[in-house]
C-alpha cells in the first residue's frame, strides 16, 4: 500500500523563494561551460570531490570553503564539489541523505530537505566550486538544475531506462557509472542510451530529448558473488581502461573516462583512495577521478564533518591528494 503524506512546493516555488542572484547565475553559467570544454579538451583533470553524502550545512560550508583554497593553488585541476543530497542502498536501508532528513534518525521531511539542500548548494558556488549531484529521483531534478554543473548516474540506475531517459536530457556534463557488479560492458551500454535522442513518458507527460552529448563513463568498481563469498572487483586499472576505451570506440562515443577511486575499487577501505588516486594520475587514458572525503576520516558515527554513509578520507588526506595530483600533471605537461 502506497500512502500520499504531504504534497511537495512546486519547483518555480521553491527556486523563486532561494533565487541565484545575477553574479551567481554567471558563476554557474562559467562552471557548466568549463566543464564542457574541458570534456573535449581534456586540458585539466577532473576531481570530484566531496562526502559519500551532504548532510549539515555548517559541515559542507567549511569543507567547500577549504576545498576552494586548494582548488586555487591546483591550476592543472579542475575541483569539483560532489554535494550529493540523496543516497541509495542496496537494502532499502540507510540514511537517505539530506533531502530527507537533516542527521541520521531524524523523520522525513522532503520539502525541508529541499530547502537546505540547495542553501549547501549555494554555499559550493559562492566559495568558488562547481556543485556535482546524483540523478536519483526524477521528481527532484527540478529543485536543483540551476545549481548542479555535473550530475552523475549511480550505480544501481543506470540501467534505468526512466533515470537514462532523464540523463539524455541534460545539457551539461554528466558521468555515468557501471552496475553494482562492476561489469563494463553493460556502463557502455547506458552511455550510449544516455548520448542518444531518447522519448519516455514521466508523470502523465510524454517526453522527448536530444541525447546527452556530455556523457561519459565513470568506473567504480564492483562486487561479485553470492552472499559470504563476495569478492570486490577493481575496474580502474590500465587493462580495464583500454577496454572501456575500445568499447567506447565501437560505440563512437567520448573517451572521456573517470575512475571512481571508492567503491569497488577501493574495497570500501577509504585509505585506499590515495593510492589509486596516484595510480589514476599517472595513466593517461584517465581523465578525471572521483573521491569521498569529508571534514574527518571516518563515517556513520553521527558526529560533525563525519560522513553519515560510507568511510571517507579526512580533509587533510585529501589536501596530500590533490597536491600530490597536481605536482605529477604539472610534470607530466612540462
Given at each position: 500500500?502506497?500512502?500520499?503524506?504531504?504534497?511537495?512546493?512546486?519547483?518555480?516555488?521553491?527556486?523563486?523563494?532561494?533565487?541565484?542572484?545575477?553574479?551567481?547565475?554567471?558563476?554557474?553559467?562559467?562552471?557548466?561551460?568549463?566543464?564542457?570544454?574541458?570534456?573535449?579538451?581534456?586540458?585539466?583533470?577532473?576531481?570530484?570531490?566531496?562526502?559519500?553524502?551532504?548532510?549539515?550545512?555548517?559541515?559542507?560550508?567549511?569543507?567547500?570553503?577549504?576545498?576552494?583554497?586548494?582548488?586555487?593553488?591546483?591550476?592543472?585541476?579542475?575541483?569539483?564539489?560532489?554535494?550529493?543530497?540523496?543516497?541509495?542502498?542496496?537494502?532499502?536501508?540507510?540514511?537517505?541523505?539530506?533531502?530527507?532528513?537533516?542527521?541520521?534518525?531524524?523523520?522525513?521531511?522532503?520539502?525541508?530537505?529541499?530547502?537546505?539542500?540547495?542553501?549547501?548548494?549555494?554555499?559550493?558556488?559562492?566559495?568558488?566550486?562547481?556543485?556535482?549531484?546524483?540523478?536519483?529521483?526524477?521528481?527532484?531534478?527540478?529543485?536543483?538544475?540551476?545549481?548542479?554543473?555535473?550530475?552523475?548516474?549511480?550505480?544501481?540506475?543506470?540501467?534505468?531506462?526512466?533515470?537514462?531517459?532523464?540523463?539524455?536530457?541534460?545539457?551539461?556534463?554528466?558521468?555515468?557509472?557501471?552496475?553494482?557488479?562492476?561489469?563494463?560492458?553493460?556502463?557502455?551500454?547506458?552511455?550510449?542510451?544516455?548520448?542518444n535522442p531518447c522519448v519516455y513518458p514521466?508523470?502523465?507527460?510524454?517526453?522527448?530529448?536530444?541525447?546527452?552529448?556530455?556523457?561519459?563513463?565513470?568506473?567504480?568498481?564492483?562486487?561479485?558473488?553470492?552472499?559470504?563469498?563476495?569478492?570486490?572487483?577493481?575496474?580502474?586499472?590500465?587493462?580495464?581502461?583500454?577496454?572501456?576505451?575500445?568499447?567506447?570506440?565501437?560505440?563512437?562515443?567520448?573517451?572521456?573516462?573517470?575512475?571512481?577511486?571508492?567503491?569497488?575499487?577501493?574495497?570500501?577501505?577509504?585509505?585506499?583512495?590515495?593510492?589509486?588516486?596516484?595510480?589514476?594520475?599517472?595513466?593517461?587514458?584517465?581523465?578525471?577521478?572521483?573521491?569521498?572525503?569529508?571534514?574527518?576520516?571516518?563515517?556513520?558515527?553521527?558526529e560533525y564533518g563525519v560522513s553519515q554513509?560510507?568511510?571517507?578520507?579526512?580533509?587533510?588526506?585529501?589536501?596530500?591528494?590533490?597536491?600530490?595530483?597536481?605536482?605529477?600533471?604539472?610534470?607530466?605537461?612540462?
Amino acid at each position: 500500500m502506497i500512502i500520499k503524506q504531504k504534497t511537495l512546493p512546486q519547483p518555480e516555488r521553491v527556486c523563486a523563494a532561494m533565487p541565484l542572484n545575477a553574479e551567481l547565475q554567471q558563476t554557474k553559467a562559467r562552471f557548466d561551460k568549463e566543464l564542457i570544454d574541458n570534456f573535449t579538451s581534456k586540458k585539466r583533470f577532473v576531481a570530484v570531490v566531496g562526502p559519500c553524502s551532504a548532510d549539515d550545512v555548517s559541515a559542507m560550508k567549511e569543507y567547500v570553503n577549504k576545498l576552494s583554497d586548494i582548488a586555487k593553488s591546483c591550476p592543472n585541476l579542475l575541483v569539483v564539489a560532489r554535494v550529493y543530497t540523496t543516497k541509495p542502498h542496496s537494502n532499502g536501508k540507510g540514511y537517505l541523505g539530506a533531502c530527507f532528513h537533516e542527521r541520521d534518525g531524524d523523520e522525513a521531511d522532503v520539502a525541508s530537505g529541499i530547502v537546505r539542500c540547495r542553501r549547501m548548494m549555494m554555499d559550493c558556488l559562492e566559495a568558488g566550486l562547481p556543485v556535482a549531484d546524483e540523478l536519483l529521483y526524477p521528481d527532484l531534478y527540478e529543485y536543483f538544475r540551476d545549481l548542479v554543473s555535473y550530475w552523475f548516474v549511480g550505480a544501481r540506475s543506470s540501467e534505468n531506462s526512466l533515470m537514462r531517459g532523464i540523463a539524455s536530457g541534460l545539457d551539461v556534463c554528466c558521468g555515468i557509472k557501471n552496475g553494482t557488479d562492476g561489469e563494463i560492458d553493460k556502463a557502455v551500454d547506458s552511455v550510449y542510451a544516455v548520448s542518444n535522442p531518447c522519448v519516455y513518458p514521466y508523470a502523465g507527460v510524454q517526453f522527448e530529448t536530444l541525447g546527452c552529448k556530455f556523457a561519459h563513463l565513470t568506473l567504480r568498481g564492483g562486487i561479485r558473488g553470492r552472499k559470504g563469498e563476495q569478492a570486490f572487483v577493481n575496474n580502474m586499472d590500465a587493462g580495464s581502461v583500454r577496454r572501456a576505451k575500445r568499447l567506447l570506440a565501437n560505440y563512437g562515443l567520448s573517451d572521456f573516462v573517470m575512475a571512481d577511486l571508492s567503491h569497488g575499487n577501493s574495497g570500501k577501505v577509504a585509505k585506499r583512495q590515495i593510492d589509486n588516486a596516484l595510480m589514476a594520475v599517472q595513466n593517461t587514458d584517465i581523465n578525471g577521478v572521483m573521491m569521498e572525503s569529508y571534514l574527518y576520516e571516518g563515517g556513520q558515527s553521527g558526529e560533525y564533518g563525519v560522513s553519515q554513509t560510507d568511510d571517507c578520507l579526512s580533509f587533510d588526506d585529501t589536501e596530500t591528494v590533490l597536491r600530490a595530483l597536481q605536482r605529477t600533471l604539472s610534470q607530466r605537461n612540462r
